[in-house]
């Protein structure tokens, strides 16, 4: 019922900077929290970066002071801009929505099919 599309990924040198989007489009009454996790070979996929509908954030550790959310309620699109990139951050970048899908209220958490960013030299 709903989809959500990353965009953004690609090769970037260490210290470089990348912005991914994600657009969730679809049966969408409301969008309440949406974020970015990630997932590199071998490791179990964790958390970057949230940002609910009021525009409160959260992030992981290793990525405060570097990474930005930030969401467009509007267009039912969420940001991530990545500056100071480093190898470990090398990833699987996926998109995440809780969405609540009607008029009762019930919701649902749904996944980009994620996007590749690699940090290398």
């Known amino acids: 019922q709903v989809q959500l599309v990353e965009s953004g990924g690609g090769l970037v040198q260490p210290g470089g900077s990348l912005t991914l989007s994600c657009a969730a489009s679809?049966?969408?009454?409301?969008?309440?929290?949406m974020g970015w996790y990630r997932q590199a070979p071998g490791k179990q996929r964790d958390l970057v970066a949230t940002v609910d509908r009021g525009g409160r954030t959260n992030y992981a550790d290793s990525v405060k002071g570097r990474f930005t959310v930030s969401r467009d309620n509007a267009k039912n699109t969420v940001y991530l801009q990545m500056n100071t990139l480093k190898p470990d951050d090398t990833a699987v970048y996926y998109c995440n929505a809780d969405v609540v899908v009607g008029i009762n209220g019930v919701g649902f958490t749904y996944w980009g099919r994620g996007t590749q960013v690699t940090v290398s030299s």
């Open positions: 679809g049966r969408i009454f409301r969008i309440n929290a």
